[in-house]
């Protein structure tokens, strides 16, 4: 999807205060610091339990809320099981 269509951060924080949610109460529910939850809405940090929590919280798709890699394990660091690989 491209950023265009995504949800700025101003649309996000006003669809949680529509559902009545707060950061508080999304890192609260998800056992996150409420810091953490406001780098994501801010776009400063990228969780991905955080932003599909948010989104579920106001009821979209992650898609429609932020901007999602095609397939975000094609670059970057390597899935492993540990530290090292064996």
């Known amino acids: ?16 205060k529509t559902a009545g949610i ?5 890192a609260r529910d998800i056992n996150k610091s409420n810091t953490a939850v406001c780098l994501v809405i801010n776009g400063s940090s990228v969780s991905h339990p955080i ?3 948010i989104a579920k ?3 979209r798709p992650v898609e429609e809320v932020f901007s999602v890699k095609e ?7 390597p899935l492993t099981k540990g530290f090292y690989a064996a």
């Open 71 to 77: 397939n975000p394990t094609k670059k970057g660091r």
């Open 57 to 59: 919280c106001i009821g």
């Open 51 to 53: 932003r599909l929590h």
């Open 1 to 16: 999807m491209s950023p265009s269509k995504v949800m700025t951060p101003e649309q996000i924080n006003a669809a949680l």
């Open 22 to 26: 707060t950061p508080a109460g999304i």
